[in-house]
């Protein structure tokens, strides 16, 4: 299985303050096809998760510009430019280069 | 709109089965474009994968649970199912149905989950 180590474990974030959670893989996430199959998820509280960002730093439809995504090979930043208080929730990074598709520990995330 | 939800027992004593159900929006699990998968959450531990199936019945298994694993899948009643087998406390988890986006000719990530149902391994 392919480990994927989040830092921090937790976050707590000032409102219009910004916010950065890193992600690192043991193996790199570049596939054959030429893309990188790492994924952000963002679960809020008493709710599943729903993908936030794909391929790195693609951001699904719907998903606010404040979050951005970065990277290459095996380390990853999710960001998040001026957080808000809907923003609190626990944050997952996923690897779907090969399977089985791990996650990260996740990072939660509290405002001030 | 497509809606998944997670069925089955909440406590489950240790040794025994756990089956869990999912139920997929009338008319939306055979496609070819989505597998159905199943995912959970151990407390303390984060998320893990357990497995998935396609439509036609294809399957992977997550080989760390392989061994007591079952999937199947019934188009006719929108569903799809799983079956742990010998389970212990160490099983305890909220338990995820998922769908697979598979629409770009690869498998990529899980674009739609259940609310997640709580089962309980203790006697």
């Known amino acids: 299985d392919i480990g994927m180590t989040q830092t921090p474990l937790s976050l707590s974030v000032t409102p219009g303050q910004p916010a950065s959670i890193s992600c690192r893989s043991r193996?790199?996430?570049?596939?054959?096809?030429?893309?990188?199959?790492l994924y952000w998820y963002f679960q809020k509280p008493g709710q599943s998760p729903q993908p936030l960002i794909y391929?790195?730093?693609k951001r699904f439809s719907g998903v606010p510009e404040r979050f951005s995504g970065s990277g290459s090979g095996r380390d990853f930043t999710l960001e998040i430019s001026r957080v808000e208080a809907e923003d609190v929730g626990i944050y997952y990074c996923?690897?779907?280069?090969?399977?089985?598709?791990?996650f990260g520990q996740g990072t939660k995330v509290e405002v001030k | 709109q497509v809606q998944l939800q997670e069925s089955g027992p909440g406590l489950v004593r240790p040794l025994q089965t756990l089956s869990l159900a999912c139920t997929v929006s009338?008319?939306?699990?055979?496609?070819?474009?989505?597998?159905w998968s199943w995912i959970r959450h151990l407390p303390g531990k984060g998320l893990q994968f357990i497995a998935y199936?396609?439509?036609?019945?294809?399957?992977y298994y997550n080989p760390s649970l392989k061994s007591r694993l079952s999937i199947s899948v019934d188009t006719s009643k929108n569903q799809f199912s799983l079956d742990l087998r010998s389970v212990t406390a160490a099983d305890t988890a909220v338990y995820y149905c998922?769908?697979?986006?598979?629409?770009?000719?690869?498998?990529?990530?899980?674009?739609?989950w259940g609310l997640g149902t709580l089962v309980t391994v203790s006697s």
């Open positions: 998922a769908r697979e986006d598979c629409t770009s000719g690869t498998c990529s990530h899980f674009d739609l």
């Open positions: 009338p008319g939306f699990i055979s496609t070819p474009d989505y597998y």
């Open positions: 199936i396609s439509h036609s019945g294809n399957t």
């Open positions: 193996q790199s996430l570049l596939h054959t096809d030429g893309k990188t199959y």
């Open positions: 391929e790195v730093s």
């Open positions: 996923m690897q779907s280069v090969d399977v089985p598709w791990t």
